[in-house]
Every structure is written in structure tokens, then in C-alpha cells.
């Protein structure tokens, strides 16, 4: 088994209220992906293997780091439809989406938990699907001979601390505001499964000068 570095998507359209509008980057969010491939070329960060989700947000962030490797396109590696999903929680149980994050701290395990019990009727998947999926491609990936980088999404990268570490939804969902665009995750195999041994890393925007690049949404 091979190590896995999993990288969430450059700032996409923070403005959006749906999955379409939302799906593109910002300038930002582009920037942010040069410097993170500028970054791993500087310190010598070589993989063997490249994948990312089907997502216009993630091809872009792929492209703009300059991988420098074909780029396998996995439909596994997409994100939960965050937006769909809330406006069935609005609609079914009156609870809307809020215009700031801090109301958004609280929306989100609520948002899980109602998914996770089966109360949003019509969501796209069912949350044990998406537990399910996370886990068959991230071992999947883990088995493949060297390296892998692999560009995908927060919640989708939550999921796949949930199913290593076996988080509870209070702590998915906490780990899932907490990461950050163009941050690094890497899981290390060991005989007894894949261990979490680097969070939410952007050493590309630690520097002074780059403190106001650093984005959530």
C-alpha cells in the first residue's frame, strides 16, 4: 500500500446557492493552486499517481498546480451536494441556509445528522452511500503501486477521516469547517489500515505576505 495525499479544491464561487454556480474557481482559488504545485515542485513532493474528482472545481485545481502527471478523473472522489441537500432541509423542515459562517458552524452537523437519519426525502445520495463510496476509492487508491495525490473536496476529505479514525457527526462535521482550500491530507498505511498523519497543512500560504489567501468557502 502506498501513501495518499488528499488535496481540497482551490476558493470556489463563495457567492453561490447552488451546485452549478458554485462549481468553478475564484482568481483565488487558481492562485492558491499555483503556489501549492509551485510549493511541492520546490521540496521535491514527487507521486507516482494523480487523481481527482469529476468536478469542474477539481479539474481546474489539478490543472493550475501542473501535476505534471495524467490525472485520473474518478466520480467517487465528488463532493456531497451541500447545496441540494439544504435546500431539501429548508423545504422538508423549515431550517434555511444561513448567509454566514457562523450560522453555517451550526448548519452543518445539523444538515448530517438529518441526512445520515433518512429526513431529507429526494437527497442525491444516502449518507451510507457516500460513507460507502468515500471508503472503496480511498482504498482503492491506498493499494495502487507509489504516491497518489488526489484533488477533491472538504466534505469528501472529512469522510475520509470519519471512516479511518471512525469519527462521530459532531467531530465530522467540525473537521469539515476546518479545512481549508489547497489544504494538504495525507494517510499512511500501516498493517492495520490507513493512519491520518497530516491536517489541514497549507505550508504554501504560510507566509506573511500570503495570510489573507488562506480561505475556508
Known amino acids: 500500500m502506498s501513501h495518499v495525499t488528499l488535496v481540497r479544491h482551490g476558493q470556489a464561487n463563495t457567492h453561490a446557492k447552488d451546485e452549478i ?12 493552486a499555483r503556489w501549492l504545485g509551485e510549493h511541492m515542485r520546490g521540496t521535491g513532493d514527487v507521486f507516482a499517481r494523480a487523481y481527482c ?16 502527471l495524467e490525472v485520473v478523473q474518478d466520480a467517487r472522489l465528488n463532493e456531497l451536494e451541500y447545496f441540494t441537500m439544504a435546500q431539501l432541509l429548508d423545504q422538508q423542515h423549515g431550517i434555511a441556509l444561513p448567509p454566514d459562517r457562523e450560522g453555517f458552524i451550526r448548519h452543518l452537523p445539523t444538515l ?30 491506498a493499494a495502487g503501486e507509489g504516491r497518489a495525490v488526489v484533488v477533491t473536496s472538504g466534505g469528501l476529505i472529512g469522510m475520509a477521516m470519519r471512516v ?8 465530522l462535521a467540525h473537521a469539515c469547517l476546518a479545512i481549508e482550500n489547497t489544504s494538504l491530507h495525507r494517510f499512511q498505511p500501516l498493517a492495520t489500515g490507513l493512519c491520518l498523519t497530516l491536517f489541514n497543512a497549507v505550508p504554501h500560504l504560510e507566509a506573511a505576505e500570503r495570510s489573507l489567501a488562506r480561505t475556508h468557502l
Do not use: K
Open 21 to 32: 454556480s458554485y462549481d468553478r474557481l475564484s482568481d483565488l482559488g487558481r492562485q492558491q
Open 53 to 68: 474528482g469529476t468536478l469542474q472545481r477539481h479539474r481546474e485545481t489539478a490543472a493550475e498546480m501542473a501535476i505534471g
Open 112 to 141: 448530517f445528522t438529518y441526512w445520515r437519519e433518512g429526513r431529507l426525502e429526494g437527497a442525491p445520495e444516502s449518507f451510507e452511500h457516500f460513507e460507502g463510496r468515500v471508503r472503496e476509492v480511498l482504498d482503492e487508491i
Open 164 to 171: 479511518t479514525m471512525g469519527l462521530e457527526m459532531q467531530a
